[in-house]
């Protein structure tokens, strides 16, 4: 999926992309306004230009402006609207209400159709897309790229898109039926299939790896191996009872350069950041639980059954549950009245704003399969709550009683219990401190 500031950036490069750059005392060239625009808009293009560019900085000042020039312009105005939305889906970085607002902006700019320029709906479904999974509606999501891309069904990113979707939206069938048509030698592609037959793999845990032998299958034609791909590849040799062939290409891979240890394996890699596995020198703030609050952790997350499955298909036997307190550096105020005092401690001591917070629990004879986070720029802070849970991470191997450690995830890790109780902990994300 593509990040806001992506879109943005794809946006300006289309809309105020130059073929010559004027001298100073020139005024604006008929060629430095794109085609697609209107007449009366051509006429408002150094307004619409000066209201992008003040988007940068005052996206609530830059949404009042397009808002003005859509109503000068006969409330039609493709650019102004779309200039709009964009503006708002900023303004959810202040204001996470806006989401909602973002959304239906966006969904009126696309619903315009084959009416509209393609340099506008292809950044405008993507934008629209990502708030609508971003909101947990991936179903929405799909229906929207299946209405609308018919009208550049030749695109490329927006057939990725749509793959990416149906894995999102638990149908790999679909996905790999949609990939079929594509380009096959595009890695983009490729990676998409991996992860297509990895999830298909996830919905069906019957003990048949097929589905991983096929993702590896596919990574492993792949001729120039980014981090990423050597990544996945390693994780479905694992999961298919391949270990040694996984540790032959992360080798591979430290020795090309591409990993700096063939634990750490984030799939992208910040490499001016520090990296160990286990951090024994930070100062962090301390987060005292009392018993009645594990107590309240084990009532209310694990007899109420509040917890989900943990995400990423990585629970190798038995029960990984997840209880979310935190997203993207956001608290979740249902969840949080759960455990109101354990919220309430996490954020009077600083954390909870980057990231995720969440309760991870294990129940008795549960292991997780090896596994490592997707980047090395966030430490996780790990907070006993109950019970006793053991993790290797890389070469080091941690029993997680009641002293708090902090671990870099991007490095390869695995969970297990092999006591008779649940094994809770906290788990909240921290910055890398040399970020």
Known sequence: MLRSFIIYTYTLKTVL??????????????????????????????????SFEL?????????????????????????????SALALEKLIEVDPKQERNAIQAFRTVVNFGKKLPKEIL??????VVRLLIKSG???????????????????????????????????????????ASLNQDSISVKLLQAQAYKTLWDKDRSGEVE????AADILLSVTDKTVEVVSMLGDCLQKAGRPDEAMKIY???VAAGLLTSVFQRPSSMNRALKGVPVWTDLELTAVELTPEDREAIVQAVIYKGLFG?????????????????SENGIWLKEECKAVPEICKKLKAAGYGTVGKTYVSLLYPSSS????????????????????????????????????PVVIDPSFDKEFSNDGSDAAVVIVTSVPHPDL
């Open 368 to 403: 997780t399969f090896p596994h490592n986070a997707a980047t090395n720029e966030l430490l996780h802070l790990i907070i006993p709550a109950s019970g006793i849970m053991n993790l290797r991470i890389a070469d080091k191997n941690l029993v997680l009683t009641e002293d």
């Open 122 to 127: 292809k950044p405008a479904l993507q934008s």
């Open 251 to 253: 080798e591979d891979a």
């Open 309 to 325: 499955d943990m995400e990423g298909g990585n629970t190798r036997e038995g029960v990984w549950g997840y209880f979310g307190l």
């Open 211 to 214: 589905p991983l032998n096929k």
């Open 55 to 83: 988007m940068k900085t005052d996206a609530g000042a830059a949404k009042e402006k397009f808002d003005q020039l859509n109503n000068d312009l006969g409330k039609r105005s493709h650019i102004a609207m779309y200039g």
């Open 137 to 179: 509606r991936v179903r929405m999501a799909v229906s929207t790229l299946e209405k609308y891309l018919p009208h550049h069904g030749e695109d490329l990113e927006l057939n990725l898109l749509l793959v990416d979707t149906h894995i999102q939206n638990d149908d790999p069938e679909k996905a790999l039926e949609i990939a």
């Open 17 to 50: 992309l130059k073929k010559k750059a004027p001298a100073a005392e020139e005024e604006v060239t008929e060629e430095e306004i794109p085609s697609y625009l209107t007449d009366k808009e051509r006429e408002r293009w150094s307004d619409i230009k000066a």
